[in-house]
């Protein structure tokens, strides 16, 4: 089998399950439903792990090799930090492991300390970084830089004892916020699990602030409901200590999402913002776009949903009521499948809902409505 053959097996794997889960998703309106149907998806074992070890397969088989960074002289494409300042231009970054590294030893290095930024050379020697849906465990080979909590619905084979066994959506957040800065993994409380013969550390809580960094790595996408992209986030804010990041690594599907990526993207940085978060760094790579968001203090938050730039995006995008009627919050954190199935009419619920609601006069728009018609051209960072 060559290595396009390859691929496509494992694509096809993973593709199905994520359709499988869109599909109910259409199904089950009600949300308790869909909850079960959830619950349903996570314990099918059999599934979760196949799936895993196909994106285990596909990430170090076929991207890593793929993925090797080349130096920039050699590279037309456009440099990878919008700041010229930086030294890290010398390679061309293809990796999304590596851009995530990069982007962290820049904003965490002292020379670049920022008000509000909890800096790693403060407590201890390393980044507290938590990978969710983390898979295979990618990022412990920087062992040097980040101290790894890895969780994942189901660790790929033979990550058992490196990953929790945690669905995110579950996972209590303890404490108010106040920023621990010594939690080390014998301090978590887990559960020693058995499935089938696997065993498993089964986590079911974390500390409010305690860590400087939140991975999302083509994690939000796995989510078939707008509403559990949204609620990630926002416990992704309350699991960073002040100034952290949370990087979203999400593929690019501008080729089959109706009227590009860029507004999708633009959505997404709003809604961030309405979370507490600031983008700070972004960049499309060859297949995905990286983004990293700063956890805000509410005062800068305030301030920019009042400034007239935020307000002119949010005009562009036809979102005003979304101020007032905050249930429209997860329509922010659409991803490019949502608005296919809107295109196609299959996705009803909240479009469609609101829509209904409306009264005359009202100047805020149903996403639907606008969207096709937002200018792409526009958008420029
Ligand atoms: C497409 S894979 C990404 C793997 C890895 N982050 C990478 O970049 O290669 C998505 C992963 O998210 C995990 N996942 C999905 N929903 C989850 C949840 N609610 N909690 C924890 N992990 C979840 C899946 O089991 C899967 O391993």
Same mark, same amino acid.
């Given at each position: !089998?060559?290595?396009?053959?390859?691929?496509?097996?494992?694509?096809?794997?993973?593709?199905?399950?994520?359709? $499988?889960?869109?599909?109910?998703?259409?199904?089950?309106?009600? #949300?308790?439903?869909?909850?079960?149907?959830?619950?349903?998806?996570?314990?099918?074992?059999?599934?979760?792990?196949?799936?895993?070890?196909? !994106?285990? %397969?596909?990430?170090?088989?076929?991207?890593?090799?793929? &993925?090797?960074?080349?130096?920039?002289?050699?590279?037309?494409?456009?440099?990878?930090?919008?700041?010229?300042? &930086?030294?890290?231009?010398?390679?061309?970054?293809?990796?999304?492991?590596?851009?995530?590294?990069?982007?962290?030893?820049?904003?965490? =290095?002292?020379?670049?300390?920022?008000?509000?930024?909890?800096?790693?050379?403060?407590?201890?020697?390393?980044?507290?970084?938590? #990978?969710?849906? =983390?898979?295979?465990?990618?990022?412990?080979?920087? @062992?040097?830089?980040?101290?790894?909590?890895?969780?994942?619905?189901?660790? %790929?084979?033979?990550?058992?004892? =490196?990953?929790?066994?945690?669905?995110?959506?579950?996972?209590?957040?303890?404490?108010?916020?106040?920023?621990?800065?010594?939690?080390?993994?014998?301090?978590?409380?887990?559960?020693?699990?058995?499935?089938?013969?696997?065993?498993?550390?089964?986590?079911?809580?974390?500390? %409010?602030?305690?860590?400087?960094?939140?991975?999302?790595?083509?994690?939000?996408?796995?989510?078939?409901?707008?509403?559990?992209?949204?609620?990630?986030?926002? $416990? %992704?804010?309350?699991?960073?200590?002040?100034? @952290?990041?949370?990087?979203?690594?999400?593929?690019?599907?501008?080729?089959?999402?109706? @009227?590009?990526?860029?507004?999708?993207? $633009?959505m997404l940085k709003l809604g961030m913002v309405l979370l507490g978060f600031r983008r700070v760094y972004f960049e499309k790579l060859e297949h995905l776009w990286c983004m990293a968001f700063k956890k805000e203090t509410e005062e800068y938050i305030s301030a920019s949903i009042a400034s007239s730039f935020f307000k002119r995006d949010v005009h562009k995008i036809g979102i005003g009521n979304i101020f007032d009627d905050r249930t429209r919050l997860h329509e922010?954190?659409?991803?490019?499948?949502?608005?296919?199935?809107?295109?196609?009419?299959?996705?009803?619920?909240?479009?469609?809902?609101?829509?209904?609601?409306?009264?005359? @006069? #009202?100047?805020?728009?149903?996403?639907?409505?606008?969207?096709?018609?937002?200018?792409?051209?526009?958008? &420029?960072?």
């Open positions: !089998m060559d290595d396009e053959q390859e691929q496509q097996g494992l694509v096809s794997v993973l593709y199905s399950v994520h359709e $499988k889960l869109r599909l109910k998703k259409r199904e089950l309106k009600a #949300d308790t439903e869909w909850q079960e149907a959830w619950e349903s998806h996570t314990s099918d074992h059999a599934t979760l792990q196949e799936y895993s070890k196909a !994106m285990h %397969a596909l990430a170090t088989k076929i991207w890593d090799p793929r &993925n090797k960074n080349i130096p920039v002289e050699t590279d037309s494409r456009p440099k990878c930090f919008k700041s010229s300042s &930086n030294n890290l231009q010398s390679v061309k970054l293809k990796c999304r492991l590596e851009w995530v590294l990069h982007c962290c030893e820049k904003y965490f =290095s002292v020379d670049e300390a920022k008000e509000g930024v909890t800096l790693h050379s403060e407590q201890s020697s390393k980044l507290k970084l938590l #990978d969710v849906g =983390s898979c295979y465990n990618p990022f412990s080979k920087y @062992g040097n830089v980040f101290d790894v909590t890895a969780v994942d619905l189901c660790p %790929a084979p033979g990550f058992e004892e =490196s990953i929790f066994r945690c669905d995110f959506l579950c996972l209590k957040v303890i404490g108010n916020g106040e920023v621990f800065t010594d939690v080390t993994i014998s301090q978590f409380e887990y559960d020693q699990i058995s499935v089938g013969s696997v065993n498993y550390r089964q986590l079911n809580s974390l500390q %409010a602030g305690s860590f400087n960094v939140v991975v999302f790595s083509y994690f939000l996408e796995y989510l078939a409901d707008p509403k559990h992209r949204l609620e990630s986030c926002q $416990k %992704a804010y309350k699991l960073l200590k002040p100034g @952290g990041l949370l990087f979203i690594l999400r593929p690019d599907s501008s080729k089959v999402t109706p @009227g590009g990526n860029t507004r999708l993207i $633009k922010l954190f659409y991803i490019s499948q949502d608005l296919k199935e809107i295109t196609s009419g299959n996705l009803q619920q909240g479009v469609s809902s609101y829509s209904s609601n409306k009264t005359e @006069g #009202d100047d805020s728009h149903n996403l639907l409505e606008v969207l096709p018609g937002y200018d792409d051209s526009s958008y &420029n960072d």
